[in-house]
């Protein structure tokens, strides 16, 4: 991390992140707004140009982590309720109710009782997109990381190196170019049925970091709703 103490920030690449409370009548599952807020916290000192999706209770918290950055940021208030009212919501909670997933393993897991969600990690897609539109801080590589990433960056040593600096390295801005970057989980090519892919807790890609080029981006935003689509 010897770069860091050379470049103050990263401007061709923006961060987007995002906290969304669930209720707590939906939620019961021992990850409190406290934790997710001190996971967060990690995540918000990275010195990058970073947008911000929270809500409205949750901006004072974001400008207070983000007070020495707040020239490269910029937050963007969610409104739950809208959440709710959307196609996604209707149609998880329509699975979920339907018990479609029953037999899936480890069927008591979040996923698969809160609609809710489900339908924050599908947005996922379109706060990337908003930002890749809109392009408020003028960057060319945009990446999403998840608020909570790694349930605190400050409690895993192999990522405690970002925490208060620039990343990515400036210095390998052009690795990104015309390319897409994804976490792969397991083996792409594995052959299993469509059933097993549902009812099998295992992802083949990772959502909680990803990103790259911004016209690549736009192009992978597409083709991810186009895939996610209901039928």
Known sequence: MGYARRFEINPSVTLVTAYIELPKAESEWGRT??????????????????????EEANVSFVEHHRRRLMPYTRIITVDVGRLMESDDYANIKRI????????????????????LYNTIMFSKVDFVQGVLASNPLQSDYFFWIDGGFAHGLHKRFRYRRVIGRPWPNPQKNDLMKDTILVVQTRDVHERRDIVGVFTYPAAVLSSNIWGGDRKRMLVYCSEVKTELRWA
């Open 33 to 54: 707004r406290e934790t997710y807020l001190d996971w967060m916290r990690s995540v918000l000192s990275i010195k990058q140009p970073m947008v911000i999706y929270v």
């Open 96 to 115: 979920i109710e339907g018990r479609f997933m029953a037999h899936a393993r480890r069927n008591d897991r979040i996923e698969l009782r809160v609609p």
